[in-house]
């Protein structure tokens, strides 16, 4: 379920998967993070949350940022870029908000924030 409640949760990448979004003339490479979600309250389901970004690292893009929050402000320090695949398994501390839009009767559940699992970082 993509039904969660907003708070802060630890959760494993569970899959990648690369996209490409029509734009203009020339379609943009995009990548989507699955994440299953600890949530103590739904132990009979299978929470999920996912985050979608433009293939971009450069320095200041969104992912770029989300990347160093999880893996260190100094990860690019040693690697030019980021082999997503290998990272499947990996943990992380979310932050989850809700995200209301019209036209729709439950919220847009929304990844706020990663971090390093057990960093104790918070916002």
């Known amino acids: 379920t993509y ?3 907003e708070g ?5 990448l569970s899959s990648v998967r690369p996209q490409w979004k029509p734009h203009a003339n020339k379609p ?3 990548v989507r993070l699955l994440f299953a979600v600890e949530v103590p ?12 970004f433009n293939f971009d690292l450069k320095r200041g893009s969104e992912l770029r940022c989300f990347v160093e929050s999880w893996l260190g ?3 690019f320090n040693c690697n030019t870029t980021v082999d997503f695949e290998q ?4 943990r992380a501390d979310l932050n989850l908000i809700h995200r209301h839009n ?3 009767d439950r919220p847009f559940v929304f990844i706020e924030a990663i971090h390093r699992a057990g960093s104790g970082t918070w916002w």
């Open 73 to 75: 402000a100094d990860y």
């Open 41 to 52: 309250s739904l132990k009979n389901k299978n929470p999920m949350a996912g985050r979608t």
């Open 3 to 5: 039904d969660l409640p």
């Open 28 to 30: 943009v490479q995009q």
């Open 102 to 104: 019209d036209g729709y």
């Open 87 to 90: 990272l499947v398994g990996s």
């Open 8 to 12: 802060r949760y630890r959760a494993v």
